[in-house]
């Protein structure tokens, strides 16, 4: 389902897919910045976690934490879920002599908890107010609901 043509193979197009399976861990460790450079966010352990719905996926989302082997080689992370069923993201990966970005679209479905991003591959997901949380063995991904400008 995922036209992932776009995609290098290996460990990079692992690290695009954080949500889609799980990830291997790249050689360069996590950088950190500190809370007083970062922007007002409540603590995600404050969200109210519940079963999402399909009215949950609609419009941009980027990550707001990252967790788990996949914080190694992930920077950010963005998807845009679209009212007709498709969607598109792009993962800044960092691994190589530059980060770079890493994209992917493709049809999306939701049963239940589990998000199909194609390839036969789920994440479980949960939502909170305009926040989405995309959970694989490789790591957790919260994202926050951003406004097109």
Not at 8 to 35: D, H, Q
Not at 42 to 69: C, K, M, N, T, Y
Not at 96 to 114: K, R, V
């Amino acid at each position: 389902m995922i036209s992932a043509s776009g995609l290098a193979c290996g460990p990079a197009r692992a690290a695009a897919l954080l949500v889609l399976a799980s990830l291997a861990p790249a050689c360069i460790a996590p950088s950190v910045l500190e809370s007083s450079g970062r922007a007002v966010e409540p603590p995600v352990a404050q969200f109210a976690w519940r079963a999402p719905e399909i009215g949950d996926f609609s419009g941009l989302f980027e990550s707001i934490s990252i967790e788990g082997d996949a914080a190694v080689s992930l920077w950010k992370v963005y998807y845009h879920f679209a009212p007709d069923g498709s969607y598109t993201g792009a993962a800044l990966v960092l691994g190589g002599p530059q980060p770079e970005f890493q994209t992917l679209s493709g049809p999306w479905a939701l049963d239940g908890d589990l998000l199909d991003l194609g390839d036969g591959q789920s994440v479980r997901a949960s939502a909170a107010p305009g926040h989405l949380r995309l959970e694989s063995e490789g790591g957790i991904a919260v994202l926050r609901q951003v406004a097109v400008e």
